[in-house]
């Protein structure tokens, strides 16, 4: 009878022997050798085809040092995937506790599935990346939740200290999601996490976003709409992730409708001679500056700053005909408050015919409307923002998890006059999304 001892060598010697066999046939398939140069996925007459696996996708992590997962030249079209959060691990019946419990376990990281990065071959520090978007095409499915109010994220996690997912169907022949019978929301989807890589070496959460661009959580990011970033080193690195279907303004309760994209089409230009210092957003009708800070009334001054410097750029507008402009055209409104950076942005159109028409105090004809005003931009989103919450409650019979919910869904967060003393904040929510009574 053979020995203990022998059997146990014997089995580490087959078991090597079929790793070695795995690795060897890892190493001949072609895209893990690709992936070894520094390329991934299939490029065909300027268009580069991306897929979202575990060998393209990283969580949580920012990190200029990351190998390229694909190489483009300027002009190039990228056709890619993104994954759900987690690495695909927030999927259609996944309860709460299994996403408190990915995120709890995993400190530091952001829970955000990033796609990339791309090399963009030309691009160099001081260069601008335009971004177009020609097409995004979500999953069929997505989801909301709020975390438990201990880990203190959100806006308001000691009013909803109670954990909560919703799970959607996405209806895309109608564009359309069913939050609750009789309440439907419009998918307009759009990426959470568009950037290239920061300056500097080592590893960072994806959750706060920056001049780099990241997880801005613009939801005027759609199809037909284009970025453009700052560069901060060789290639640029493209990132894209946390792919949205639905989020209002301000993203509340910590997520939007969280998806993945089956095409993510962008189209990347290298813009030599131009400089910027924080990203901007062209759409077909309007220009976007942004500002984000940890402090929602320093995130309005940098977005001052950038409009201003943008009116300078645009218009040869400067001082007082600046500022005019700005009072008479900008359309300003919150994009998030829940990633540790707040961000706001100015929507400047392109046709001037009609200047912008004061944001209103109570409802109009097509929204609910709360309002606050307060000297501190932060304290008056959360007086306008809650009250928003407890009608939502007392006109529609939501529970409080519900009203939390719809609001970071719907919610349109704007912002009225502003002045030394007196941030005013106007919260819309829109009528249309009761398909009854």
Same mark, same amino acid.
């Given at each position: 009878?053979?020995?203990?001892?022998?059997?146990?060598?014997?089995?580490?010697?087959?078991?090597?022997?079929?790793?070695?066999?795995?690795?060897?046939?890892?190493?001949?398939?072609?895209?893990?050798?690709?992936?070894?140069?520094?390329?991934?996925?299939?490029?065909?007459?300027?268009? $580069?085809?991306?897929?979202?696996?575990?060998?393209?996708?990283?969580?949580?992590?920012?990190?200029?040092?990351?190998?390229?997962?694909?190489?483009?030249?300027?002009?190039?079209?990228?056709?890619?995937?993104?994954?759900?959060?987690?690495?695909?691990?927030?999927?259609?019946?996944?309860?709460?506790?299994?996403?408190?419990?990915?995120?709890?376990?995993?400190?530091?990281?952001?829970?955000?599935?990033?796609?990339?990065?791309?090399?963009?071959?030309?691009?160099?520090?001081?260069?601008?990346?335009?971004?177009?978007?020609?097409?995004?095409?979500?999953?069929?499915?997505?989801? /909301?939740?709020?975390?438990?109010? /201990?880990?203190?994220?959100?806006? #308001?996690?000691?009013?909803?200290?109670?954990?909560?997912? *919703?799970? #959607?169907?996405?209806?895309?022949?109608?564009?359309?999601?069913?939050?609750?019978?009789?309440?439907?929301?419009?998918?307009?989807?759009?990426?959470?996490?568009?950037?290239?890589?920061?300056?500097?070496?080592?590893?960072?959460?994806?959750?706060?976003?920056?001049?780099?661009?990241?997880?801005?959580?613009?939801?005027?990011?759609?199809?037909?709409?284009?970025? $453009?970033?700052?560069?901060?080193?060789?290639?640029?690195?493209?990132?894209?992730?946390?792919?949205?279907?639905?989020?209002?303004?301000?993203?509340?309760?910590?997520?939007?409708?969280?998806?993945?994209?089956?095409?993510?089409?962008?189209?990347?230009?290298?813009?030599?001679?131009?400089?910027?210092?924080?990203?901007?957003?062209?759409?077909?009708?309007?220009?976007?500056?942004?500002?984000?800070?940890?402090?929602?009334?320093?995130?309005?001054?940098?977005?001052?700053?950038?409009?201003? *410097?943008?009116?300078?750029?645009?218009?040869?507008?400067?001082?007082?005909?600046?500022?005019?402009?700005?009072?008479?055209?900008?359309?300003?409104?919150?994009?998030?408050?829940?990633?540790?950076?707040?961000?706001?942005?100015?929507?400047?159109?392109?046709?001037?015919?009609?200047?912008?028409?004061?944001?209103? *105090?109570?409802?109009?004809?097509?929204?609910?409307?709360?309002?606050?005003?307060?000297?501190?931009?932060?304290?008056?989103?959360?007086?306008?923002?809650?009250?928003?919450?407890?009608?939502?409650?007392?006109?529609?019979?939501?529970?409080?998890?519900?009203?939390?919910?719809?609001?970071?869904?719907?919610?349109?967060?704007?912002?009225?006059?502003?002045?030394?003393?007196?941030?005013?904040?106007?919260?819309?929510?829109?009528?249309?999304?009761?398909?009854?009574?």
């Amino acid at each position: 009878m053979p020995k203990r001892r022998d059997f146990l060598l014997g089995s580490a010697a087959v078991a090597a022997a079929v790793s070695s066999q795995v690795q060897a046939q890892e190493t001949n398939r072609p895209e893990m050798q690709a992936l070894q140069e520094g390329y991934v996925g299939q490029y065909e007459g300027g268009v $580069y085809l991306l897929p979202a696996t575990n060998e393209t996708v990283q969580w949580g992590w920012f990190n200029n040092s990351e190998p390229p997962r694909a190489r483009i030249k300027s002009g190039d079209t990228v056709v890619m995937e993104t994954m759900m959060a987690s690495l695909n691990q927030v999927l259609p019946g996944v309860p709460i506790d299994k996403i408190t419990k990915l995120r709890v376990d995993n400190p530091g990281r952001g829970p955000h599935s990033v796609t990339g990065p791309i090399f963009v071959e030309g691009a160099a520090p001081g260069d601008v990346l335009r971004v177009r978007i020609n097409r995004i095409v979500p999953r069929p499915y997505g989801a /909301n939740w709020n975390l438990p109010g /201990n880990l203190g994220l959100g806006l #308001f996690p000691k009013e909803f200290a109670e954990a909560q997912v *919703k799970h #959607f169907y996405l209806d895309m022949g109608r564009r359309k999601t069913q939050f609750l019978p009789g309440i439907e929301l419009p998918v307009r989807p759009f990426p959470g996490i568009i950037g290239v890589a920061r300056a500097e070496s080592g590893q960072y959460s994806t959750v706060p976003p920056g001049p780099f661009g990241g997880n801005l959580d613009c939801r005027e990011l759609v199809q037909g709409t284009t970025i $453009y970033l700052p560069v901060f080193v060789d290639g640029a690195l493209l990132w894209s992730g946390d792919s949205h279907a639905v989020q209002g303004n301000g993203e509340i309760n910590l997520t939007a409708i969280e998806t993945a994209f089956s095409e993510l089409n962008l189209t990347v230009t290298v813009i030599k001679g131009r400089s910027l210092t924080w990203p901007r957003i062209e759409s077909p009708t309007h220009w976007i500056t942004l500002g984000y800070d940890r402090d929602l009334n320093k995130a309005l001054d940098i977005l001052d700053e950038e409009t201003m *410097k943008f009116l300078s750029e645009w218009r040869g507008l400067r001082g007082a005909e600046a500022r005019k402009f700005m009072a008479t055209y900008g359309d300003c409104r919150v994009a998030e408050v829940v990633n540790q950076l707040r961000g706001v942005y100015c929507m400047l159109p392109k046709n001037l015919t009609t200047p912008i028409v004061a944001n209103p *105090k109570t409802d109009t004809t097509d929204s609910f409307v709360t309002h606050a005003v307060d000297g501190d931009a932060m304290q008056a989103l959360n007086k306008a923002a809650m009250q928003a919450i407890d009608r939502l409650q007392e006109m529609k019979q939501l529970s409080a998890l519900d009203a939390y919910s719809l609001s970071s869904l719907a919610l349109d967060a704007r912002l009225g006059q502003l002045e030394a003393g007196a941030k005013n904040v106007h919260c819309l929510v829109p009528k249309s999304l009761w398909t009854k009574g």
